[in-house]
């Protein structure tokens, strides 16, 4: 295990389709984040774990997205009815506890 | 809630010259503030961290700065080389880690 890493690296779908991301983050990491990163800005906060429980949720988080790590270990981020807006990079990172985060390399979405 | 901002939002130095990048937050109540450097087509990685109780730290050529009175925290590369070059985030977080607020990122260009 060398580190968090996501899949896919690049997805391109049309607007209206749902698309799944998931991140695999350091085995013994008991935190786990998502993030949207678009051009030119800085990473923005989606939601963050805490082994299996979702503890925070950004108001930026629409109804139209969802997260689970449902064994504390895998997360998966779903975007249901997606929209030009959401292309972004999705960042996932994990944490042990309060220390730092490591970030996965991240999925490319682009929505046509 | 949180909001971080950046500055400058460019930075050409010579190799060889220091840089400093600054950044102010909002909430009084944030206790942890790291540094992310992003190169090009790369994950972020953190290169310093400062937490609230201490008002610097120091890594070899890189050092932060904290001023809890005022809100904001500072960042100082010395004898910067070519390889700096990259994009710099700060961010800013309550509760240690938690629901991260990145700012917009500070685009650093070392030239030999």
Not at chain 1, 1 to 11: L, M
Not at chain 1, 44 to 53: H, P, S
Request: hydrophobic share 30%; proline share 4%; aromatic share 10%.
């Amino acid at each position: 295990d060398t580190g968090v890493s996501q899949d896919p690296r690049h997805k391109i779908t049309k607007r209206g389709q749902n698309v799944t991301f998931r991140c695999d983050p350091i085995s013994e990491h008991n935190r786990l984040y998502w993030y949207r990163q678009t051009l030119g800005q800085g990473p923005e906060f989606l939601t963050y774990f805490q082994n299996e429980a979702q503890l925070e949720k950004s108001r930026l988080l629409s109804d139209r997205f969802s997260a689970e790590r449902p064994k504390g270990s895998f997360s998966t981020l779903e975007i249901q009815r997606t929209e030009q807006g959401d292309s972004a990079m999705y960042l996932c990172a994990s944490s042990l506890g309060q220390h730092e985060q490591f970030f996965g390399p991240g999925t490319r979405l682009t929505v046509l | 809630g949180e909001n971080v901002e950046q500055h400058p939002s460019t930075l050409s130095v010579q190799e060889g010259d220091s840089a400093v990048i600054k950044c102010t937050y909002s909430d009084s109540a944030s206790n942890y503030f790291p540094w992310y450097k992003q190169e090009l087509g790369k994950r972020p990685q953190l290169i310093i961290d400062i937490r609230s109780n201490v008002g610097e730290k120091k890594d070899q050529r890189i050092a932060v700065t904290l001023n809890k009175t005022a809100k904001h925290f500072s960042l100082h590369i010395t004898e910067t080389q070519p390889e700096d070059s990259a994009v710099y985030f700060c961010a800013a977080s309550i509760n240690n880690n938690n629901d991260m607020r990145f700012g917009a990122g500070t685009r650093l260009t070392v030239k030999p």
